[in-house]
Every structure is written in structure tokens, then in C-alpha cells.
């Protein structure tokens, strides 16, 4: 009696357990059959906010080549909004997440207001703020040290000047713009020291027709022969070019699509930071913080001279500031520095901190022309 009860119940069992996974194979059938299952939803969804074109020859472009690659690389889904401004930040991000987003990158310096409110009303989302510089719990900042790449590109056009006279077009007056300019003026000077980078402001970074005015007004000021520039795009290369006028570029290798006018540029390659933080996303191991990272971490570089430009002796004398600075063992603002004034910055052996060069730099280096700002528009 007893061993047809246990036989009743085993038999009880292996029946449940057969139908179980007869179940589970079903679904599972279910789940790889892409005829009755979105695709899509089997994806990892990241969402990017920007304010322009994708295809801006700049700024723009930089970051869609590197969230490219790590579509690429990782399989992800990516969910563009381009031209977005600073007061519509909220609502980008908002459609994002609606669109199935898990992590979102809002890549423009203006956008921390609304970046800071999404993370705040979003904690379990990811969010990154590029050039940012202010994390939450879920967001983390990140950029480039482009003042290194500016430094050498100063170094270029130190030694292609012929007039000793060089154009700086600048975009809005905030640290990180000013950074760019000091660093800049410091290699131009580090190889010619009588050298004067005259300064100017756009008072936008998407502004073709104002780039175009100052640009020409500074050309027409001064007896420029090179001339660069702190804006999304390479508008002011192609202006300067009609006038016999070299460039250096910025964001994104142009050199290329200038026939010898734009002689070299500071440029972004965020393909391997791009690809890193949304796998460790994925992996599970986010953590906020601040990324701020050099040649070394190879996210900022200059573009290949122009051929012809530069002779050995020149070529050598960049290729070793480069490597000063891709061996992270010296850095563009090591004491001494003076500003336009002549007061000393920073001392001798000593060096400007991290939170100087993110937060605290209101003055122009010995060697520059013009003012911060207002009054140069």
C-alpha cells in the first residue's frame, strides 16, 4: 500500500515537472523568435542629448563617432536629441526614458540645470554630463584635458606664424573656454616668445554668421596669418581660408578638407571612455564621479600636420612636447605663469590643481590681446 502511494506521488511530480518545462521552452521559444517579439526590447537603450548637428564637423560629431563605436562594440541602442537647447533639456531626457533609456549622456556644458533635475527626479537611471561639473548620486561628469591638446596646437601655430601676430575666436566666458585660451597662448609662446594671440568672443558656440564677423574683424584688425577658434564647428576656418588666412582646428579632424589652410587641430576621440562607461553601466559597477582625463588616457590628441608645414627640426620639437604630456609626467600649467598684468599665477615648480582648472580660472596668460568677455563682442 505504502509503495503505491510513493509511486502515485512521484508519478504526480514528474508530471508537474514535465509540464514546467514544457512551459519554459515554450517561452523560451517565445523570447528568440523575433517575428513575435520586438527586437528592440532585448536591447540595452542609451539615450544622448545634444545641441546641434550630429554632423557638425565639431563638438557633435566627436561624441556621435564615439557612441558609434560602442554601438559597435557593445550592441547597444542609441537614442539621438540634436538640437537641443539648455531649457529643453528636461523634456529630451523625459522622452528618453520614456523611450526605454537607462542611461543618458547630455553633452553640452549648459545642460546642467536640467541634468541635475532629471537625475534628481530619476534615481534609477544613469546619467553622465559631459564637460559638467557637478555630480549627483546618479550622475557622474566627464571631459577631456583639451587644454593639452591646446597647448600643442599652440606649439604648432607658434612656429607657423610669420607675423608673430595670432586670432583666437572665443565662444562664452566660462573656465573651461578661458583654459583653452591660456593654454593655447602658453604653447604658441613656449616657441615663440614674442608671439600675441589677440582674443575675441562669438558669444555663442553655434553661431555661423557672428563666428564669420568677429572672425574677420579680428583679420582685419591685426596683421593675423593663423588664426583658431572655440566654437562647435569649422565655419571659421573656411572664412579665414578665403582671405589666405591658416587655421588650427578644434573638436574634429578637418585638416584634411582644407587643402593645406587648416594646418592641424586639437581633437576628441571619446570612443574608449564612450564604450567604458556604458559596459560598466551595464555590468552593474556605476559610480558617480568625475572623469577628467588627458593624452594619456588617449580622449584628446592633435590631428596629423598638415604635410609640408612643419620641417624635421619643428616636427621634432611638437613630437616631444607631446611626449611630455602623453607620459603624464609634466603638464601645461607648471609654474612660472604671469597673466596680462605681469602678476605671477602660479610659482615656480608648482602647479595649478584640478579644481583651479575646473573651477577657478578668471584671468588671460601674459601674451594675450583683449579681454574676458563683455567689451570684445
Excluded at 72 to 95: M, N, P, T
Aim: aromatic share 10%; charged share 25%.
Amino acid at each position: 500500500m505504502e509503495k503505491g502511494w510513493l509511486q502515485k506521488q512521484l508519478g504526480i511530480i514528474i508530471g508537474v515537472v514535465a509540464c514546467v518545462c514544457v512551459f519554459a521552452l515554450l517561452h523560451y521559444d517565445s523570447v528568440l523568435d523575433t517575428e513575435k517579439v520586438d527586437v528592440d526590447k532585448r536591447l540595452y537603450h542609451v539615450g544622448v542629448i545634444l545641441d546641434s548637428s550630429i554632423m557638425d564637423r565639431g563638438w557633435n560629431q566627436a561624441h556621435y563617432e564615439g557612441f558609434l563605436a560602442a554601438t559597435q562594440e557593445l550592441g547597444v541602442q542609441i537614442h539621438y536629441k540634436d538640437y537641443i537647447s539648455d531649457d529643453q533639456v528636461e523634456q529630451a531626457g523625459e522622452e528618453l526614458i520614456e523611450e526605454g533609456c537607462r542611461e543618458i549622456f547630455g553633452t553640452s556644458f549648459g545642460y546642467t540645470d536640467g541634468m541635475k533635475a532629471l537625475a534628481e527626479k530619476h534615481p534609477d537611471i544613469y546619467f553622465f554630463h559631459g564637460s559638467g561639473v557637478e555630480t549627483m548620486e546618479n550622475m557622474s561628469t566627464y571631459f577631456g584635458r583639451m587644454y593639452q591638446a591646446r597647448y600643442l596646437s599652440g606649439v604648432v601655430a607658434g612656429l607657423c606664424t610669420k607675423t608673430n601676430h595670432v586670432g583666437y575666436v572665443a565662444a562664452i566666458p566660462i573656465v573651461e573656454v578661458i583654459r583653452g585660451i591660456n593654454a593655447f597662448t602658453l604653447g604658441v609662446r613656449s616657441v615663440n616668445p614674442e608671439a600675441v594671440v589677440h582674443v575675441r568672443w562669438s558669444g555663442s558656440w553655434d553661431d555661423s554668421n557672428k563666428e564669420k564677423e568677429v572672425a574677420n574683424r579680428l583679420l582685419d584688425e591685426f596683421p593675423i596669418d593663423l588664426i583658431t577658434y572655440h566654437q562647435n564647428s569649422d565655419v571659421i576656418s573656411f572664412e579665414a581660408a578665403k582671405r589666405g588666412i591658416r587655421s588650427v582646428g578644434y573638436h574634429y579632424d578637418n585638416v584634411g578638407e582644407h587643402n593645406g589652410s587648416m594646418v592641424t587641430a586639437a581633437v576628441w576621440n571619446w570612443k574608449k571612455l564612450y564604450i567604458k562607461l556604458i559596459k560598466d553601466c551595464i555590468d552593474g559597477r556605476f559610480h558617480s564621479r568625475q572623469y577628467y582625463l588627458g593624452m594619456d588616457d588617449q580622449v584628446v590628441d592633435i590631428a596629423p600636420v598638415f604635410d609640408g608645414v612643419l620641417n624635421e627640426e619643428q616636427k621634432q620639437v611638437v613630437q616631444s612636447a607631446r611626449q611630455r604630456l602623453a607620459e603624464g609626467n609634466w603638464d601645461v600649467f607648471y609654474g612660472p605663469v604671469y597673466d596680462q598684468s605681469g602678476t605671477r599665477r602660479i610659482r615656480e615648480g608648482e602647479t595649478l590643481s584640478d579644481n583651479v582648472l575646473l573651477y577657478d580660472m578668471n584671468w588671460l596668460v601674459q601674451g594675450t590681446e583683449g579681454k574676458i568677455g563683455d567689451g570684445n563682442e
